[in-house]
């Protein structure tokens, strides 16, 4: 991480703005601290990635807030391009009057130069290959990586550096850890996935009832009923964890549930939009 940090700080000074992508399902879990001190003295751009898996409304309000606070914030889809465009006329937008500046003082058709920066997992090289128009970006996901310095043609007017490096999440809470586990961040062998799973049912229970139970046909009235049984919670909502194991046909010798295979069917799901548009963060 020291090492990232300085390569990423040595590389600052060759751009005049910083795009900070973030999840927009957890704008805020997804935000590396360390992002904010280092790039303090620069101008910057949020950008809200996967926005098409998160909640439209929650969206806007994310935007809200982060223009709020004095950062212009933009939604994107890397995968369906949906905001690029929106996001190289901010980039534009907010360099305008530094290059008036430079414009006067003799400085014409100065380019603007841009980094990327983002834990993994957020979408940067997608994004970086939809704004490019490129293929396939050379970034890794590899904290500490050095490569040679390359600059990507944007447009006439911008130029983006392919060499950041990756700051990886910092686990502040245990919400934090689970947020970053439910949209695939955190892998698998870090925090148990059947333990992950039951975090988000019990979220999803919570929070998007009627989507959990449209997705995987549960009657609201069984939620409600198993839910008030006189047990503890966590075994009232790992019994509706089993059933949507039992719906999807996770069924194993002896007629048991394969709580392992019920867990992947879940998160994945999540991950893919497949229970709906879901911020878990709500603004």
């Known amino acids: 991480m020291a090492k990232t940090r300085r390569q990423i700080t040595e590389d600052l000074k060759l751009v005049d703005i910083v795009i900070e992508l973030l999840d927009a399902r957890i704008p805020i ?17 949020i950008v809200l990635n996967k926005c098409d898996l998160a909640n439209e409304i929650q969206n806007k309000k994310w935007i809200e807030y982060f223009q709020e606070k004095g950062i212009p914030a933009v939604l994107t889809d890397s995968n369906s391009g949906k905001g690029i465009q929106d996001c190289i006329k901010r980039i534009e937008k907010i360099m305008n009057s530094e290059l008036k500046l430079q414009a006067e003082k003799g400085r014409i058709g100065r380019k603007i130069r841009a ?42 007017n911008i130029e983006l550096l392919d060499t950041p490096g ?8 245990q919400e934090v850890a689970l947020h970053l586990a439910f949209t695939g961040t955190i892998k698998e062998d870090i925090l148990q996935r059947i333990e992950i799973a039951y975090e988000l049912v019990k979220f999803l229970l919570s929070n998007e009832r009627k989507l959990l139970c ?10 409600e009923e198993t839910l008030n049984q006189e047990q503890a ?5 790992y019994e509706i964890m089993l059933e949507i ?3 999807r046909g996770c069924i194993i010798s002896g007629g048991n549930i ?6 992947r069917i879940i998160l994945d799901e999540f991950k893919n939009g497949k229970l709906g548009k879901i911020t878990i963060e709500k603004c």
């Open 233 to 237: 919670e966590n075994i009232n909502i």
């Open 214 to 223: 449209e997705r995987y046909k549960l009657d609201e009235k069984y939620i």
């Open 115 to 156: 980094m990327i920066l983002g834990i993994p997992n957020v979408g940067k090289s997608s994004f970086i290959n939809r704004i490019s128009k490129r293929t396939t970006a050379g970034v890794g996901n590899k904290p500490g990586v050095t490569k040679q310095k390359q600059w990507i043609r944007i447009n006439e």
């Open 258 to 263: 394969d709580e392992e295979k019920t867990a």
């Open 29 to 45: 879990s997804s935000q590396n601290p360390d992002i904010a001190k280092i790039t303090k003295n620069k101008k910057k751009l």
């Open 245 to 247: 194991g039992r719906k």
């Open 166 to 173: 990756v700051l990886w999440p910092k686990f502040e809470s």
